[in-house]
């Protein structure tokens, strides 16, 4: 097929908390235009000391669409760059899709430099907009669009969300830079499935399934046979390491887990790494997936307070399935890394150690935690603005994303999130010198190298 008019994608990973610059909506998003036959190109932006470059790239490339995708802690490097576009090619047209647009579309009012935005699942509605846009037609009524109509969002009727995943193309590997967080990370990225049915009260799925007219965003699967194949074909291009599968819990569906496990387990020789919930974890799964290739599982812990973990955050779960979850993957010799969270509305100082202590009765191989950040669309993000609970002139800047608290804690109590922020492996594992010596490299200029090293010579 013949290449059509230049369709630029970019992507914004500035001060953001992990190295992965692989955003799979994006990278699906640039299958589908690209296999319509646009001239697509992907740029990836890591700092605002790259936007001059930037700039110089877009002018060279000559897109008449630039589309961004944003979580909120990118929207406003993305308000600026779709900005600066304005200045030199005002008749660019500028669109964003993602979390943030989708569980917060009111955010457009904010950005005059974007023409419009794009709500929910759009891969079908991004290209009937290609094709408008191409040829000189009002985009206007594309579903999934939103646009400011008389300095009011108007948001259009939304597609259905896509049943049949397999008919959409793999997400992008090449024009999309996939080597670069495979250099990154060390791990290959794959994603397998859409949705999580749960409704934890500071995640976007609640909202997201609000958004479809939905009570939950129950998760729908690719075939185990499109998946394995992905995985595949991305192994004759690219050398893995490890393969991390990013679906937000992995195999909730018996069936599909069985099969894919099974599959794996015959076809593909990589390691990898999954995501987990503990009431999915029992003797038969972990049993399961450490005999087809696993080797490392994330588990969300997020407090070991029974409060703040089932009446703020809305995860119905106990101490008790928490242990016992771990005690079962530590049973079949799975690496267990647990997630955690603090600087809650609500939460009190000895809540916080309610979570160190947990974490020392569970003993993960990793444990990690983040400050609260109150997201705006989520249903604890909006609680916390309509009671006045947020310094909102501190959580626009987003520098220090859940590396600091944006709520109106004192100031002696914030300091002490950061000290349990900065120490807490030295907390959760008092004893363990290991863990000590590598937060003292840390700090090291040997760090980087080490890190480095790890990465190109260690699966494990």
Known sequence: MDCRMNVLFIYTNINGLHDDSYAFGLASIVSVARDSGYNAKVII??????YPKVLEEIIAFKPRVIGF??????FSFVKDIAGLVKEKIPDCITVCGGVHPTINPGCILEAKCLDAIFVGESEDSFVEFLNKAERGQDYKDVDNLAYVLD??????????????????????????????TLKETGHAPFLFSRGCPFLCSYCSN?????????????????????????????????????????????????????EFCAEYKKRIKIKFICILRVDVIDDEFMRMLKDSGCFRIFIGIESGNDFVRRTIMNRNMTNDQ????????HKYGLQ???INMMGL????????????????????????????????????????????????????DFSNERRESVL?????????????LENWEMLVYPFNFKKRLIKFLRKTFLWSYLRAFARRFITT
């Open 408 to 420: 109106n804690f004192s100031p002696e109590y914030k300091k002490k999130l950061v000290y349990y």
């Open 322 to 329: 928490i242990i016992r979850a771990f005690r079962i993957a």
């Open 69 to 74: 995708t944003s979580v909120s802690s990118q």
């Open 345 to 396: 509305p609500g939460e009190t100082e000895d809540m916080v150690w309610d979570t160190i202590k947990l974490n020392r009765i569970i003993k993960p191989t990793v444990s990690c935690v983040n400050i609260f950040y109150p997201y705006k669309g989520t249903k604890l993000g909006d609680q916390c603005f309509q009671q006045g609970l947020v310094n909102e002139s501190v959580y626009s």
């Open 151 to 180: 300095a009011e969002v108007k948001i259009n009727k939304l597609k259905p969300l896509i049943a049949n995943l397999d008919r959409l193309p793999y997400p992008d590997k090449e024009i999309y830079p996939y080597a670069d």
């Open 206 to 258: 609640h909202m997201i399934a609000k958004r479809y007219g939905l009570l939950r965003n129950n998760p729908r699967y690719r075939s185990v046979q499109s998946c394995i194949a992905e995985i595949e074909e991305t192994v004759k291009k690219f050398d893995l390491k490890t393969i991390w599968i990013l679906d937000d819990i992995f195999g909730i569906d018996k069936k599909w887990r069985l």
């Open 45 to 50: 932006v890591r700092g605002k000391s790259e």
């Open 336 to 338: 267990t890394n647990a």
